[in-house]
């Protein structure tokens, strides 16, 4: 058998050479794409009743993807994002092995020929202001654990860092002196610098004193780095003891980066323009951060009540709304 037509050296060239030599994505994405292909590889092996390490490109047939995709979306229950997401890393997949061997273009266009799937746009949640001060009430601060979940909260509210990011976050990453930042490495190795709030220095001073410059900021309990998991875990765990005072909190799934959200939201809603929101939380295109105009119902709202029936203003626009309104409207 000719070693061009065996998959498994293209995958491990794709993984390696490709993924991290040439293109140097992000962990968690190198992390996506090896995922979808230890879904896909056992799936198609027992389809086609091949050995793994006897399977050639072709034995990736358009058919087996197809198959994979419903798989996916009937047993898995995988939503039509997750679906889609699987396909685009075997579309890469595809287009990486079809570039470098000709013999297997017309496999590849095949392949890439299999289509996404039209998905529902879900609209973003976020917490009120009133939701995101009960969230932040719920540790016991008179815990050490219960004080470090306390700063973790508000380092989450105040930076809208994501889980990943805040659980790779070292101490010579901040910069407690006046006027306080943290710098954050973000998506793709993007590094962007956000403000902290003056509140913030004693409490990451004391979370971390005595403590090396390359350590993490969040430990656990074992005194080892805290995971994106772990952070996820600790938020839900608060949000569900804080919707029993606040019921509104029930019908949300709160987690670190619906925190996200309501940094932007409320950012938005104090004026802050949109592009500053675009920098602060490291989106690379305007976009993304432009949905958070369009869930804003106060915003909305306050357009509305400036506006009469026959749609002549007759109110105007609070100073600190205005400028945020008009450079969302100016995006569309």
């Known amino acids: 058998m000719n070693d061009k037509n065996l998959l498994g050296p293209w995958v491990r060239r794709f993984l390696l050479e490709y993924l991290v030599g040439e293109r140097n ?26 050995a793994i390490d006897r399977m050639t490109v072709e034995d990736i047939s358009p058919a087996i993807v197809r198959q994979f995709l419903d798989h996916l979306e009937r047993d898995r229950q995988c939503t039509g994002v997750t679906r889609n997401q699987r396909l685009g890393t075997i579309h890469s997949l595809a287009r990486f092995i079809g570039m470098r061997s000709p013999v297997h273009l017309s496999w590849c266009t095949e392949v890439r020929l299999v289509p996404f799937k039209k998905t529902d746009k879900t609209l973003i949640t976020y917490l009120e202001k009133a939701e995101m001060d009960e969230l932040l009430r719920q540790p016991d601060r008179n815990t050490v654990l219960g004080l470090r979940d306390h700063v973790l909260l508000l380092f989450l509210y105040n930076s809208g860092a994501r889980a990943d990011e805040v659980a790779r976050l070292t101490i010579d990453h901040l910069h407690l002196d006046n006027p306080p930042s943290v710098r954050i490495l973000g998506k793709g190795n993007k590094i962007r610098m956000c403000p902290l709030w003056p509140m913030m220095i004693p409490l990451l001073s004391n979370l971390t004193a005595g403590r090396s410059a390359d350590q993490v900021v969040f430990l656990g309990r074992a005194n080892k780095p805290m995971t994106r998991f772990g952070i996820h875990r600790l938020v839900t765990r608060y949000a569900e003891m804080a919707s029993e005072k606040v019921p509104s ?78 450079t969302f409207l100016r995006g569309i």
């Not at 994505?25 to 091949?50: E, M, V």
């Not at 909305?300 to 400036?306: E, F, G, N, V």
């Not at 749609?311 to 626009?317: A, T």
């Open 249 to 326: 909190m029930l019908a949300k799934r709160i987690s670190p980066h619906n925190i996200r959200h309501t940094t932007a939201v409320h950012m938005l809603r104090g004026g802050v323009d949109i592009n500053t929101i675009r920098a602060w939380l490291g989106h690379v295109s305007l976009d993304t951060t432009n949905i958070y105009a369009e869930v804003d119902l106060e915003m909305k709202a306050k357009a509305l009540a400036s506006v009469d029936v026959s749609g002549i203003p007759v109110k105007p626009l609070q100073k600190h709304a205005l400028p945020s309104l008009m």
């Open 25 to 50: 994505l992000a962990r968690n994405t190198q992390a996506s794409y090896r995922d979808t292909l230890t879904l896909l590889l056992p799936f198609a092996s027992k389809c086609a009743g091949i």
